[in-house]
Structures are given as structure tokens and as C-alpha cells.
């Protein structure tokens, strides 16, 4: 007897020439093992480029299949993802081998000591974790250009003092870690004045890494900076001018032709960005409707 040839897909049926679902030949086993490799990755995305970067790999990922955009994100994924596993490595190396303690000079160790005291604060969970391996990063910087590194218990970070500063400013903070060039006013009031300014700004890296990822922070500091120079910085007005030494009298923007023309580019950029944003949307609307007819 001829075999009987199995009937064909309708192509009348909206599963004409599309394959079987892979979910229904998978194993609980396989189809746990993708879930936990998806959240992996989705931990690795969140984790450089923040809640941001998951929305957009969530809103392109049907859309970008392959092409060069898609493997540049890749990229930058797993290099951002190895940075900050190394900085996770040496953060927590620090806190288990534990560093000395930031000291005052010994004729005011008394009266620093009474001071710090009144001025401790706690550091939060979220700013503790959305901190860590960037501050590790800014550790293992510290060590490799010969920084004494030192923990100021009174509010709960790490200090990186240079005899060589580089930057013009006399300090930065990176997660959880002040660089910082020598301080010559020994003033105990002056420096925790100071200090407590500079915390501000853990915070406001915390909650930007979650927005954005850890370079969050810096460019948006950068950009605001750009405009808004010294003490009419956003974030340094938020963490407190007097605090931070800031001319109070100097908080108007700048605003010359360098920063018009930057201005220009940006919201040209935003423009474009927002048509290319349309069209998208628009083949995506279009494949929808093609999709439910059929």
C-alpha cells in the first residue's frame, strides 16, 4: 500500500509556515535553565545601564536582530558586566581584610572623636549595594596610584588622600570612595562640614545607577555641570554650597556661544532620535496589524 501523505499547514491558518512553539519540546529542566539565564541577563543589562537599559532592551530586542547595534550592546554589556565584577571582587576583599580607620592629629583626637559623634550617619541598603562594585573600582585606583586609603567611620565611606592630585578640583566622589587631595585646614568642624556635603552625592550616584547605571551619575553631573558651572551645579546645590565651599554668590548658568552651540546639537540629536523613535513605532504598529489579520 503507498503512504499516506500527513496533510500539509492550511495556509489559510494564521500557522502557516511557522514553526512548532520550542517551549513545547523542552524539558521543566531546559525551560528553568532559560528563565535563569535570562534573568542573568537582564541582571547584567540592569546592572550597567540601570532600569533605562532594561526598558530599552525590553522595547528593541524584536526590532534589532543581528545587526551592529545589537552586537555594540552586547559588547558594552559584557565589558561594563566584567569592570564592575572586578570591582565587586575588590570591594569585598576590602571589607573583609578591613583598612585603618581615618585618624585626626593626636592634640585634637579627643574633641574629633566628640564631633564625629554628633555628626554620624548610617549608610542606607540601596546606596550600600548600588555603590559597591563602582567603589571597588575607585579602591583599586587608589591603590594603584599609591593613595593612602583610610575609612572615615563617622559617615561611612572610604577616603583616598593623593600627595599628586590630578584634577583641578580638590575632590571627587566615585560610589562610595572620596579622592581627594591632601587636606591642609586641619579644622575638625571644617572637615566634617565637608564630609557631609561630599555623602550627599552617594546618594545621588545610588538612586542615578539605578535610573541609568554607574555612569549615570558622572555624565549627568558632566552635562549639568557644562551649563551650570560650580555652585549653580544642580547636584552640588542639592548636597549643600555652604557645606561644600561653594562662592554662593556665583549660581548664575553660563551660557556663551559654546554652550548654545552644544544646545543646538543636543536637541538636534533629540530630534532625530525621536523621528527614528516614530518610524519604528510605526513598523511595529504596521507588523501588528499584518500579524492580527492573518
Known amino acids: 500500500m503507498p503512504p499516506i501523505d500527513e496533510p500539509g499547514p492550511d495556509p489559510r491558518s494564521g500557522d502557516a509556515g511557522l514553526p512548532r512553539a520550542a517551549s513545547a519540546d523542552r524539558t521543566p529542566v531546559q525551560q528553568c535553565t532559560g528563565v535563569i539565564w535570562l534573568a542573568m541577563k537582564a541582571l547584567a543589562v540592569f546592572a550597567v545601564f540601570g532600569v ?35 570591582g565587586a571582587i575588590v570591594r569585598g576583599a576590602t571589607a573583609m581584610t578591613g583598612v585603618d580607620r581615618c585618624e585626626p592629629p593626636p592634640e585634637i583626637k579627643n574633641y574629633a572623636a566628640e564631633q564625629a559623634a554628633e555628626a554620624a550617619i548610617s ?3 540601596l546606596d550600600q549595594v548600588m555603590t559597591w562594585s563602582v567603589s571597588g573600582i575607585a579602591i583599586f585606583y587608589g591603590r594603584l596610584a599609591g593613595a593612602d586609603i583610610c575609612y572615615f567611620e563617622a559617615h561611612k565611606y572610604y577616603l583616598s588622600t593623593f600627595d599628586r592630585w590630578p584634577l583641578s578640583r580638590g575632590s571627587v566622589f566615585v560610589g562610595n570612595v572620596l579622592l581627594s587631595k591632601r587636606l591642609d585646614d586641619r579644622s575638625v568642624d ?28 558622572p555624565v549627568a553631573y558632566t552635562v549639568d555641570n557644562f551649563f551650570f558651572p ?19 554668590d556665583r549660581t548664575s548658568p ?36 499584518g500579524w492580527r489579520r492573518s
Open 52 to 86: 533605562l537599559g532594561i526598558a530599552v532592551t525590553a522595547v528593541l530586542r524584536h526590532r534589532v536582530k543581528g545587526g551592529r547595534l545589537q552586537h555594540v550592546g552586547k559588547g558594552a554589556v559584557a565589558v561594563g558586566s566584567a569592570a564592575l565584577f572586578v
Open 123 to 125: 549608610i542606607g541598603r
Open 190 to 217: 571644617r572637615v566634617l562640614e565637608l564630609s557631609g556635603h561630599e555623602v550627599a552625592h552617594r546618594e545621588q550616584w545610588s538612586w542615578a545607577t539605578v535610573i541609568g547605571g554607574p555612569l549615570a551619575f
Open 230 to 248: 560650580d555652585a549653580a551645579n544642580h547636584f552640588e546645590r542639592a548636597a549643600g554650597l555652604d557645606e561644600g565651599g561653594y562662592d554662593t
Open 254 to 289: 553660563r551660557l556663551g556661544w559654546g554652550e548654545v552651540a552644544a544646545l543646538a546639537v543636543s536637541l538636534a540629536g533629540i530630534e532625530i532620535a525621536s523621528l527614528a523613535v516614530r518610524r519604528e513605532r510605526h513598523k511595529i504598529l504596521s507588523w501588528l496589524k
